[in-house]
């Protein structure tokens, strides 16, 4: 009797200690979420809304993915919050460029988030639009050699966000997922994908559609919503039939309920900006006649507009007539 109850509350404080004592109802619910995780309450927490019209736009350097084309063996568990995928080897897919400059983010793993029905689920926001699901990939800061260290630094992680919009055709590329959903249903079980996996099949292919994204620093979304990540959302969104979404939301929960919908609500943005990262090529005009300029002066602040001959030609015509008269 001892024995099982030093177990029991062993295995409690093990909960507390991962914050696995989370959920999204009730008491453990995210707006309680504050009263055992302070760090919850924080002035730099996600999810947010993001208006595009409060964005600030700039060019960065390209982002970078490295290793995304190499296939490697995957596996996904069912830890009661979400479904995690991770690969089984390390340090070999890379982030950077972008907001993270030189630095060399390493992947750690990548999960979802999603709703009841078909209408909520992301966690971001895009003018106050919620989509049915969203993809975050996890990379940490190589500087900082693993994933917990990291944690204990505001540039520690940098996330990659992906949302999807409902499609009438299931996306092939995420099937290898979809069909062993039914295998981990229960909390903590785990399965090998069938074949290894190219992450670039999960994320966004296009080059240019790549450096389409905004940009804030932020948390996790999750309890202890350490505000440690530089949030990357990309605007391309990804497409999965209403059949391949709803297949996530037969996952148990740690309460053994269903677990229906594993979003956090969005948080107030204070005093934090969120860039816009315009893809470089799309700054630089090209193929315009360059009569059709309007310069903008640098020392004056005046915009200078060039005359074409044909009105200078038409005013000397007109002065001739007048004095002619
Ligand atoms: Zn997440």
């Given at each position: 009797?001892?024995?099982?109850?030093?177990?029991?509350?062993?295995?409690?404080?093990?909960?507390?200690?991962?914050?696995?004592?989370?959920?999204?109802?009730?008491?453990?619910?995210?707006?309680?979420?504050?009263?055992?995780?302070?760090?919850?309450?924080?002035?730099?927490?996600?999810?947010?809304?993001?208006?595009?019209?409060?964005?600030?736009?700039?060019?960065?350097?390209?982002?970078?993915?490295?290793?995304?084309?190499?296939?490697?063996?995957?596996?996904?568990?069912?830890?009661?919050?979400?479904?995690?995928?991770?690969?089984?080897?390390?340090?070999?897919?890379?982030?950077?460029?972008?907001?993270?400059?030189?630095?060399?983010?390493?992947?750690?793993?990548?999960?979802?988030?999603?709703?009841?029905?078909?209408?909520?689920?992301?966690?971001?926001?895009?003018?106050?639009?919620?989509?049915?699901?969203?993809?975050?990939?996890?990379?940490?800061?190589?500087?900082?050699?693993?994933?917990?260290?990291?944690?204990?630094?505001?540039?520690?992680?940098?996330?990659?966000?992906?949302?999807?919009?409902?499609?009438?055709?299931?996306?092939?590329m995420y099937e290898p997922i979809v069909e062993v959903l039914p295998d981990i249903e229960t909390v903590g079980s785990e399965k090998v994908l069938r074949e290894p996996l190219m992450l670039r099949k999960l994320f966004i292919s296009d080059i240019t559609t790549m450096q389409d994204y905004f940009t804030y620093n932020g948390s996790l979304t999750t309890p202890p919503c350490l505000e440690v990540a530089i949030w990357i959302d990309f605007?391309?969104?990804?497409?999965?039939?209403?059949?391949?979404?709803?297949?996530?939301?037969?996952?148990?929960?740690?309460?053994?309920?269903?677990?229906?919908?594993?979003?956090?609500?969005?948080?107030?943005?204070?005093?934090?900006?969120?860039?816009?990262?315009?893809?470089?090529?799309?700054?630089?005009?090209?193929?315009?006649?360059?009569?059709?300029?309007?310069?903008?002066?640098?020392?004056?602040?005046?915009?200078?507009?060039?005359?074409?001959?044909?009105?200078?030609?038409?005013?000397?015509?007109?002065?001739?007539?007048?004095?002619?008269?």
């Amino acid at each position: 009797m001892v024995f099982s109850i030093a177990t029991f509350g062993l295995l409690l404080l093990l909960g507390f200690c991962l914050g696995d004592d989370f959920g999204y109802d009730g008491n453990h619910g995210p707006s309680h979420w504050g009263e055992e995780y302070h760090t919850c309450i924080g002035k730099h927490q996600s999810p947010i809304n993001i208006e595009e019209h409060n964005v600030k736009n700039v060019s960065l350097p390209p982002l970078k993915l490295i290793g995304i084309d190499d296939p490697y063996q995957s596996f996904v568990t069912n830890n009661g919050h979400t479904v995690m995928l991770k690969i089984n080897e390390s340090k070999v897919i890379m982030l950077s460029g972008g907001p993270l400059g030189n630095k060399v983010y390493v992947f750690e793993q990548l999960h979802f988030h999603w709703g009841q029905n078909d209408f909520e689920g992301s966690e971001d926001l895009i003018n106050n639009h919620s989509f049915p699901m969203e993809m975050h990939a996890v990379f940490y800061k190589e500087d900082y050699k693993s994933m917990n260290e990291a944690l204990n630094h505001s540039d520690g992680l940098a996330i990659l966000a992906y949302l999807y919009e409902v499609s009438p055709n299931p996306n092939v590329m995420y099937e290898p997922i979809v069909e062993v959903l039914p295998d981990i249903e229960t909390v903590g079980s785990e399965k090998v994908l069938r074949e290894p996996l190219m992450l670039r099949k999960l994320f966004i292919s296009d080059i240019t559609t790549m450096q389409d994204y905004f940009t804030y620093n932020g948390s996790l979304t999750t309890p202890p919503c350490l505000e440690v990540a530089i949030w990357i959302d990309f605007k391309d969104h990804l497409r999965l039939s209403h059949e391949q979404i709803a297949a996530f939301r037969n996952l148990r929960s740690t309460e053994g309920d269903k677990l229906t919908h594993n979003f956090r609500p969005v948080q107030s943005l204070e005093d934090r900006i969120v860039l816009h990262n315009i893809p470089r090529e799309q700054n630089i005009p090209r193929n315009i006649p360059p009569k059709t300029y309007h310069r903008f002066d640098e020392h004056s602040g005046q915009h200078n507009v060039e005359m074409p001959l044909s009105i200078i030609a038409l005013a000397v015509l007109f002065a001739v007539i007048l004095f002619a008269i």
